[in-house]
């Protein structure tokens, strides 16, 4: 699986390499020193969005899981477990252990677990109406070639099936269930008979969760669709500060579009080459210069890597002082 990953990530690399050279160095230092100092209030922008997600959090926790410092801490651990999701090929997953672990002794192991399972679920599903609104007004008014069109609605029906999948294994019981499965397959059954009551405790409060917190449902909800908005309105100041300014309804499918190509590639570190490519060719399908594309991708790239080193700060302050107040 490593060396998948790492063929992957070499493939990506390549690309890069070849859209770099197909726009040309000098273009895109152009376009970089175009933003000059505007970078660094830019790149403090991911805050808006990491906090929003957040409190997207705190809506599943809940006012019955409070404690001091919550939002600040939820805020922490929304940036470092996005710096490892952000940097390991799993799907996005690779943080959400992180996560957790950044809320050890606050709260109880089961109520971690659970929240982290559904504000996932809620954030891809805010993820999917926010790239269903966006496809949709856009269909409706950009001149778009009809297998642009057909190509955006299948990815997008396809991810909401998912979606709706994972929703009904949720309310289903998928950790007992998993477990129970593996158990009759007589793998690890002492293991299984351990964690399997931990395992039936989540579900009941993921299932819980579903069926009766609908107002905490729809907060988070309503924060993960802002996170997103958020990230359409940095796109728009982005580009007018790079000298390229466009209307909201191009920000708009621009960012949309954006967000489908980190699904699609998250398979992909860092979806390296497939994010500057995937802008080369959408920027030139709108009729803008492709050139602006690539460096729009590339300064939200470094500005990633930026908070990617924040994250892991993050988590290795966390770890030593875990370390030293176990001492």
């Not at 919550?70 to 996005?92: D, Y």
């Amino acid at each position: 699986m490593k060396l998948l990953h790492l063929a992957f990530f070499v493939v990506g690399l390549a690309f890069l390499f070849l859209t770099i050279a197909n726009v040309g160095c000098n273009t895109i230092i152009d376009g970089a020193l175009q933003l000059g100092l505007w970078f660094w209030p830019m790149a403090a922008m991911n805050i808006l969005w990491y906090a929003a997600d957040a409190l997207g959090w705190a809506g599943v926790l809940g006012r019955d899981n409070r404690f001091a410092g919550r939002t600040l801490r939820l805020v922490q651990a929304q940036v470092a477990g996005e710096a490892i999701n952000n940097a390991t090929p799993l799907l996005n997953l690779g943080g959400e252990p992180v996560k957790g672990l950044l809320l050890k002794g606050l709260l109880d192991r089961k109520t971690i677990v659970s929240s982290l399972v559904v504000d996932n679920t809620i954030r891809y599903i805010a993820t999917i109406l926010f790239i269903a609104f966006g496809l949709a007004l856009s269909l409706a008014t950009l001149d778009l070639t009809w297998h642009v069109q057909l190509a955006l609605v299948c990815l997008v029906v396809a991810l909401a099936a998912l979606i709706g999948l994972a929703v009904v294994a949720q309310k289903g019981g998928i950790f007992g269930t998993a477990l129970a499965i593996c158990g009759r397959l007589g793998v690890f059954p002492k293991a299984i008979d351990r964690h399997l009551p931990a395992a039936q405790g989540i579900d009941d409060e993921i299932a819980i969760f579903y069926n009766s917190r609908r107002r905490d449902f729809a907060i988070s909800l309503a924060w993960h669709l802002a996170s997103r908005l958020i990230a359409t309105v940095d796109a728009a100041l982005l580009l007018y500060l790079l000298g390229y300014p466009v209307g909201a309804l191009h920000a708009l499918f621009i960012q949309t579009v954006s967000v489908l190509l980190n699904l699609v590639f998250s398979f992909i570190p860092l979806q390296v080459g497939a994010a500057e490519g995937g802008h080369y060719i959408l920027f030139q399908m709108l009729g803008m210069d492709p050139a602006v594309g690539v460096v729009f991708s590339l300064v939200r790239r470094v500005r990633g890597l930026l908070w990617i080193a924040g994250g892991l700060l993050i988590v290795l302050i966390m770890s030593r002082r875990r370390l030293a107040d176990a001492a």
